[in-house]
């Protein structure tokens, strides 16, 4: 069930995009079959495809066959001839193949008009295996972007030698699907602005107070806003989870910077959200085997974190100044390559919205706590490395538009916990990680014609067992669960989406991906390798009670 814009009148229909959004997510609940073949070391990606629409798309080719070295491929995208829209949903559809050889694992974007498609990275080869798989992403909220003819470009940063001889390839389309006769079209963004480099392009965050900003006067009339991000570690800071206080970096030969990292929005110098860190694993990430054939959560094709910045409507609407919405990463230690888009829905009543903020208690660093309990004895070093950080915070702001006054409230909490335990000697290396990040995101409009509720609840368990003589158990979920509601049960729509689970130790692996909604749409699946190879593909479109 969607909630569209004749779900209430005025600024009603422009706030239930938030739910619209969470909505589409439980759209792709319904697989389209993704091929498996056991005893096969290619690609095993847990993550079912996007739900196409029954009807027919239209096709806009963006590249084919490029081939990847260190510098960007460029192309200009048009929109699909003799389509005009409007369309119910947007696809992107990518392919990317390796040579057998050697090559590392590579991270790859791809950007139409400054604004990032797709964020990811990229499986590792075998002299005996060049894998090859599909990925997608519904980017219907980009509808406006893609009205018009952009220029864009795809990097997968891929570097050759006399070693690293793997060359990458990749093709990408979009796909346009019209909205069936007698529905609506989805409620989507109006202005679609880059948090990124110039003209498109990740930046690096090398340090806590390094940021990356929008800065620039916006339309008079915003209603709603919304900010995606991706916060990707790499360099110092790819296995960020396993670092520790600067003082015990050298002792426990870690990395430094702590254990923490977030990012931090502001809205004009305000603090204005969080975004929690996903601890994504790359294929080569610690051991490459524990990751072929099956990639850890998200790894090929991140997912952003979404940030509400819908009290701040009043305050961006001022057209007065140039107003810098602005991301740092809390701990970044060389470094954090990020991306994201600022995504407006206008008052198409009314040309100018006003408001202010009338409560903002986030503070604008977090504190975390650090205990340890690290010790040194007859050469053994051992001992307890523990990170606390909880979030509570309420930010409040009034939003007049054409359609009445709305108060818009954002209440997130949420607690970060590593619990690190050392065991070192001349001859082991022992390091266990227990990390949990819980966030939980509430959001209110109160409006004249009624309210619109939304619950999202985020969690990423991470468990890393490492020990130098007997390998390496890794565990990392995802886990998503999204409620939204209008005038209590007027329309209400439900989503526990991206329940999935990888689990590797030595040369064997197993994923489990599940999915529900209130629609009554159920997807499950499970995956099982052994030796690189494929050995259980489950897949079922019933729930299991």
């Known amino acids: 069930m969607k909630f569209r814009a004749t779900l209430m009148a005025g600024v009603l229909s422009l706030i239930a995009a938030d739910a619209a959004f969470a909505a589409r997510l439980g759209d792709a609940t319904l697989d389209r079959n993704m091929p498996f073949k056991k005893g096969s070391g290619n690609v095993a990606v847990i993550e079912p495809a996007v739900a196409h629409p029954d009807e027919k798309p239209c096709v806009v080719d963006l590249y084919n066959g490029a081939q990847f070295g260190a510098n960007n491929a460029y192309f200009l995208y048009n929109p699909p001839a003799n389509c005009p829209g409007p369309y119910s949903t947007i696809v992107l559809s990518v392919d990317v193949s390796l040579d057998a050889g050697i090559q590392y ?93 110039d003209g498109g392009g990740t930046v690096g965050l090398n340090s806590g107070t390094d940021t990356v900003a929008i800065d620039q006067t916006l339309p008079t009339n915003v209603a709603s806003a919304n900010l995606d991000v991706f916060l990707q570690g790499q360099s110092n800071d790819e296995f960020w989870y396993t670092c520790v206080p600067d003082d015990l970096a050298s002792e426990l030969q870690s990395c430094g910077g702590g254990a923490l990292r977030e990012g931090e929005i502001t809205v004009d110098g305000a603090p204005a959200g969080v975004a929690p860190a996903y601890p994504w694993i ?26 509400p910045l819908t009290p701040f409507a009043g305050v961006l609407s001022n057209g007065a100044i140039a107003h810098q919405i602005a991301l740092s990463v809390y701990g970044a230690d060389s470094y954090f390559s990020v991306a994201g888009a600022l995504m407006l829905y206008l008052d198409h009543g009314g040309n100018q919205v006003t408001g202010s903020i009338t409560k903002d208690t986030l503070d604008g660093q977090p504190s975390p706590t650090v205990t340890n309990t690290i010790t040194s004895k007859n050469g053994v070093i051992s001992g307890d490395v523990n990170t606390v950080s909880p979030r ?121 991906y599940a999915t529900t909604d209130s629609a009554g749409n159920c997807f499950e699946r499970t995956l099982k390798a052994a030796v690189s190879k494929l050995t259980v593909a489950r897949t079922r479109t019933t729930c299991t009670k």
Do not use: C
């Open 392 to 512: 509570n915070f309420v930010i409040s702001g009034s939003v007049v538009t054409s359609a009445g006054t709305g108060q818009y409230t954002v209440r997130q909490t949420g607690n970060f916990t590593n619990d690190q335990t050392f065991n070192i000697s001349s001859t082991d290396y022992q390091q266990n990680i227990q990390q949990l990040t819980d966030t939980t995101v509430k959001t209110l409009l109160e409006a004249p014609g009624g309210n619109v509720m939304g619950v999202s609840k985020y969690s990423y368990p991470l468990t890393v067992d490492y020990d130098q003589r007997s390998g390496t158990t890794i565990a990392q979920k995802f886990l998503q669960d999204v409620t939204n509601s209008a005038n209590g049960s007027t329309a209400k729509s439900h989503l526990l989406d991206s329940i999935h689970t990888t689990t590797v130790q030595g040369m064997a692996s197993e994923a489990h």
């Open 282 to 307: 790359f294929t080569g990430g610690i051991n490459p085997r524990l990751w072929a054939p099956i990639p850890g959560v998200q790894t090929l094709n991140f997912k952003p974190f979404r940030v």
């Open 105 to 197: 694992d590579r991270s790859g974007t791809i950007w139409i008009g400054g604004i990032p498609l797709w964020f990811g990275t990229t499986a590792e080869p075998t002299p005996g295996l060049g894998p090859s798989w599909h990925f997608e992403r519904d980017i219907t909220d980009y509808t406006s972007l893609l009205s018009g003819a952009n220029t864009g470009y795809v990097l997968i940063a891929n570097y050759t030698n006399n070693q690293d001889t793997s060359i990458i390839t990749s093709s990408a389309k979009l796909l346009f699907y019209p909205v069936p006769a007698g529905q609506t079209a989805p409620v989507v963004p109006d202005v679609i602005i880059p948090l990124a480099a």
